[in-house]
């Protein structure tokens, strides 16, 4: 006696099964991984460079930066070392991620779009009177300023 609502999971399973490993061998998902875990591993590298060399380097009393402190109004105190440690790797983070990573994509895609076309210029609607050079249309027999007859489209294109 098969059961109906169970004769298809098998295939279920192995569709979706096929389908995580399609997703998880893309190489999207395969380079964000590699990014992550090289990302975690900088940050690492400059936070040792920041709280090593950087920090001691910068006078905050007998003590080193992560340990400075300041007195707060009710009686503590405000242990900002650490944040100042943090705030100084992420700007060197920022500084190396714009450097390194921003300002080349942004020449390579500047390099690869194409260059626009220049628009080619519309014909002209109006043209200029010859007597009180004000602007008239193309088409216009007479100026509509100083009533003056203009010769028409097709005479001046004759003349010219």
Do not use: H, W
């Amino acid at each position: 006696m098969a059961n109906s609502t169970l004769s298809g999971v098998g295939k279920g399973a192995t569709g979706l099964a096929k389908e995580f490993k399609d997703f998880i061998l893309r190489g999207n998902v395969v380079d964000l991984a590699v990014g992550i875990v090289i990302g975690a591993a900088f940050s690492g590298v400059v936070q040792s460079l920041v709280k090593d060399l950087i920090t001691p380097l910068i006078p905050a009393g007998n003590t080193g930066l992560s340990n400075f402190s300041v007195s707060s109004i009710i009686g503590g105190k405000l242990l900002v070392g650490d944040f100042i440690n943090a705030i100084i790797s992420f700007l060197i983070v920022a500084l190396v991620i714009f450097f390194f990573v921003v300002k080349p994509v942004n020449a390579l895609l500047t390099l690869a779009e194409p260059k626009p076309k220049p628009a080619e210029p519309d014909a002209p609607t109006t043209r200029d009177c010859p007597y009180c050079l004000s602007s008239i249309p193309i088409k216009a027999t007479r100026c509509a300023f100083c009533t003056a007859e203009v010769p028409s489209v097709d005479a001046t294109a004759e003349t010219a």
